[in-house]
Structure formats: structure tokens, C-alpha cells
């Protein structure tokens, strides 16, 4: 029964490929992260600040699903990573906003 239940488990858990897979799509992100700041019209233009961010969640979401394997835990485990992760993102928009910082990178205070 033993033996049965550790084969299900290897098999919940991605393989070396798709580990490789994962560090060359991070490659490539963190390439373009790099240039980025690099390329002075990219640097200066308005998708700026929202590409990188939008680069740096997916790249912060690969390395805890796969990396951490918060993919493959339970749900209970998930929750309490993403609940306390969600709260933080939410407190850093609204200290965003309260301090004005937010609401005139978006134009909506002159």
C-alpha cells in the first residue's frame, strides 16, 4: 500500500524536461527584462513599469508553482501561501493610492 501511494506522488511531480522547459521560458523573460532597461524607448514609453511587472508575476508564479511545487501541494497549502500573498498586494495598492503615488502614474490626479 506503501508503494503504491509513493508511485502516485512521482507521478503528481514534473519531470527534468519540463524543469528545463520552465528555466528556459525564466531565461527568456529575464533576457527581456534586461533589455528592456537597455532599450531606451522601451525604457521611456508608457508600457514600461507594466510590462516589467506583468514579466516579474509570471516569473515569480513559475518559481513557486513549479520550483516550490505549490502546483502539486495540497490545497490547504496553497491557501495559506496565497491568502496572506493576496492580502500583501492588496495593502501595497492601497498604500499606493493613500500616498498618491499610484493614482498619478495613472493620470487620474493633475
Known sequence: MMASHSDAHAHEHPGPATYGIIALILTVITIAEVSAYYYKPWEESAIYVPS???????????????????????????ALFSGPLMVAGLTLIGLLFLFSKLVIRLGLLT
Not at 58 to 77: C, T
Open 52 to 78: 516589467m511587472l506583468t514579466m516579474s508575476a509570471v516569473k515569480f508564479f513559475l518559481v513557486v508553482a513549479y520550483y516550490m511545487h505549490l502546483k502539486y501541494d495540497h490545497k490547504l497549502f496553497k
